[in-house]
Antibody, heavy 120, light 108 residues
């Protein structure tokens, strides 16, 4: 069974940093591009960042470019999102999602999400 | 960036009825690269449709997608109680990939 399990969310002050992780199982992780998608509380979905299967190509939404860094460790089947210079409007549930074999593409499946709250 | 506008924002229907949800793009979506997702409260989105009209694995055949260019539709032929949740469209024909703001399907 394909599973994606996010961790690392929590409460952080504006300007602070946080690193999210997404542990994958049930599929050949290195074959697939992966993404982070976020959802503000009671709001819609926003794509944040994507990475190719090899990790050689990365993509970012303008809203996070220069502040967030996506990476992956294919030996550990784990996806990461390093978030720096966090702002109040970064508060959201962050989902990791399988982007299949290329970017852009549809997302399937999704993890259960991890909540990031940026507040003083 | 392609902006997707979903309508209506909220749709009030009764179980057993046919529901039609709309997703309109600000510019043509290349190769009908459009997907639909269902999101239940407290859960992650679930892929329903990709390529505008292809059902994802395990999705009941009462869900169908259609459209091309700038106008796309998700149809639910016979509403079941568990279908009264939120639906999002997403385009992946051009970067950045973008989502619509969602349509909430509620019980009348």
């Amino acid at each position: 069974e394909v599973q994606l399990l996010e961790s690392g969310g929590g409460l952080v002050q504006p300007g602070g940093s946080l690193r999210l992780s997404c542990a994958a199982s049930g599929f050949t992780f290195s074959t697939y591009a992966m993404s982070w998608v976020r959802q503000g509380l009671g709001k819609g979905l926003e794509w944040v960042s994507a990475i190719s299967g090899s990790g050689g190509s990365t993509y970012y939404a303008d809203s996070v470019k220069g502040r967030f860094t996506i990476s992956r460790d294919n030996s550990k089947n784990t996806l990461y999102l390093q978030m720096n210079s966090l702002r109040v409007d970064d508060t959201a549930v962050y989902y990791c999602a399988n982007q299949q074999w290329l970017v852009p593409n549809w997302f399937d499946p999704w993890g259960q999400g991890t909540l990031v709250t940026v507040s003083s | 960036e392609i902006v997707l506008t979903q309508s209506p924002g909220t749709l009030s229907m009764s179980p057993g009825e046919r529901a039609t949800l709309s997703c309109r793009a600000s510019q043509s979506v290349s190769s009908s690269y459009l997907a639909w997702y269902q999101q239940k409260p407290g859960q992650a989105p679930r892929l329903l449709i990709y390529g505008a009209s292809s059902r994802a694995t395990g999705i009941p055949d009462r869900f169908s997608g259609s459209g091309s260019g700038t106008d796309f539709t998700l149809t639910i032929s016979r509403l079941e109680p568990e279908d009264f949740v939120v639906y999002y469209c997403q385009q992946y024909g051009s970067s950045p990939q973008t989502f619509g703001q969602g349509t909430k399907l509620e019980i009348k």
